[in-house]
């Protein structure tokens, strides 16, 4: 494999995080202000391959930790201003504190332990089903990014989260998952400020219903767009990422691309089309990405949610489904929102809607499930129920 672009370091950041890797996890990755490291790599042109660099790469950094019985506080690349500090938190390694663990002890794969440290990134994590995974995600011990366009939102979930917290345990990040330029940016800047991930969660989503005799083309393309095109793009440039961070490990480190797919993904929705046209598209693509992207050691599935009665799109008291559906009249007797909510729920076995706790758990059995790759979880209830 050639050596990616000289001209850029993005490259360079994950697979240093593979080479911590411990078997569960790598430490964060942090590029800082600073003029010396306590471990040079040898230079990107020193070698033909990339192979052949993260090999030279993997022998230092293991003698490093052998003779030192310790992790190295900041590495750099001979001939580069790159230099990364390195922590079992972000707030170690952006600081060049050093780090809280010592080398080649193996990461706990205990239950209640095996999304603790991880780093995860939630697209259109600033409000609803998002932000709901975003706050799982950080009471489960790991660092969110939350990547949204509503950037201010996103920033402030960020600020209350690590005050919360009492330490950095997210950050906001600019991205609109239909735009190459503006995946591609966002994932740089995840390689430059802890090295890469562990989990994607493919979650920004729009719907629009109408009829197919009379939704504009316009619409259905908005609705495609997000909900479909936007998967492959962001798994475009996740899966580079993420294959650099598997290349330092010596092809060891497991990770996880989820696409939240829907109930609609797995069954028809009445003059719903585009949306639930896109969810269906969403996990053919996911059981295609996981039979390529397997040799990445890259797990790629889908979780499908049913319908999130407590969410704005169904409970907006103006303009949310339960309202909509009242005025239409498409609920047979229905006088009352909460006859509306009723109808719904009783189409349920648990006889309640989806909850975001519930696809909070969803996804840790996901990437705590180291064999597996290419399903649709449904989380539905027992609305959906699957051969």
């Known amino acids: 494999m050639e050596i990616p672009n000289k001209k850029t370091t993005s490259w360079i950041p994950p697979i240093v995080r593979g080479m911590t890797f411990d078997g569960e996890t790598g430490l964060f990755v942090t590029t800082i202000e600073s003029k010396k490291a306590d471990l040079m790599l040898e230079a990107v042109g020193s070698h033909e391959s990339l192979e052949s660099l993260v090999s030279a790469w993997q022998k230092q950094f293991e003698s490093f930790c052998t003779t030192e019985q310790q992790f190295p506080t900041t590495i750099g690349v001979e001939g580069d201003s790159l230099i990364m500090g390195l922590g079992l938190m972000f707030d170690q390694a952006s600081g060049g504190r050093g780090v809280e663990k010592k080398p080649f002890i193996p990461g706990s794969s205990k239950r209640s332990e095996i999304m603790k440290n991880k780093i995860s990134l939630v697209t259109g994590g600033a409000q609803g089903f998002g932000e709901g995974m975003v706050k799982g995600l950080v009471g489960e011990?790991?660092?969110?990014?939350?990547?949204?366009?509503?950037?201010?939102?996103?920033?402030?979930?960020?600020?209350?989260?690590?005050?919360?917290?009492?330490?950095t345990v997210a950050k906001g990040i600019y991205v609109n998952v239909t735009d190459e330029d503006s995946v591609e940016a966002m994932m740089d800047e995840v390689a430059l400020?802890?090295?890469?991930?562990?989990?994607?969660?493919?979650?920004?989503?729009?719907?629009?219903?109408?009829?197919?005799?009379?939704?504009?083309?316009?619409?259905?393309?908005?609705?495609?767009?997000?909900?479909?095109?936007?998967?492959?793009?962001?798994?475009?440039?996740?899966?580079?990422?993420?294959?650099?961070?598997?290349?330092?490990?010596?092809?060891?480190?497991?990770?996880?691309?989820?696409?939240?797919?829907?109930?609609?993904?797995?069954?028809?929705?009445?003059?719903?089309?585009?949306?639930?046209?896109?969810?269906?598209?969403?996990?053919?693509?996911?059981?295609?990405?996981?039979?390529?992207?397997v040799t990445d050691n890259i797990k790629v599935n889908a979780v499908c949610p049913g319908n999130f009665l407590d969410g704005p799109l169904w409970s907006d008291p103006d303009r949310g489904l339960f309202v909509q559906y009242l005025h239409a009249g498409k609920v047979p007797g229905a006088k009352s929102l909460e006859d509306v909510r009723r109808f719904y729920e009783s189409k349920v076995p648990l006889n309640r809607g989806c909850r975001t706790e519930d696809v909070v758990r969803a996804i840790c059995y996901i990437v705590e499930q180291k064999y597996e790759t290419g399903q649709a979880v449904p989380v539905t209830g027992g609305q959906v129920m699957l051969n």
């Open 141 to 167: 011990g790991g660092f969110v990014y939350i990547a949204d366009m509503n950037l201010e939102g996103a920033e402030a979930l960020a600020k209350s989260l690590n005050e919360e917290y009492g330490k």
């Open 193 to 293: 400020t802890s090295g890469s991930l562990d989990l994607f969660v493919s979650n920004a989503g729009v719907l629009k219903a109408g009829s197919v005799k009379e939704m504009a083309l316009k619409d259905f393309q908005f609705v495609t767009s997000v909900d479909y095109t936007g998967f492959f793009i962001c798994t475009k440039f996740s899966a580079r990422q993420m294959a650099f961070q598997n290349l330092g490990s010596n092809n060891r480190y497991l990770t996880d691309i989820v696409a939240i797919s829907s109930k609609s993904g797995l069954e028809g929705s009445n003059k719903n089309g585009a949306y639930a046209g896109a969810k269906f598209g969403t996990i053919g693509l996911a059981q295609s990405f996981a039979l390529e992207l």
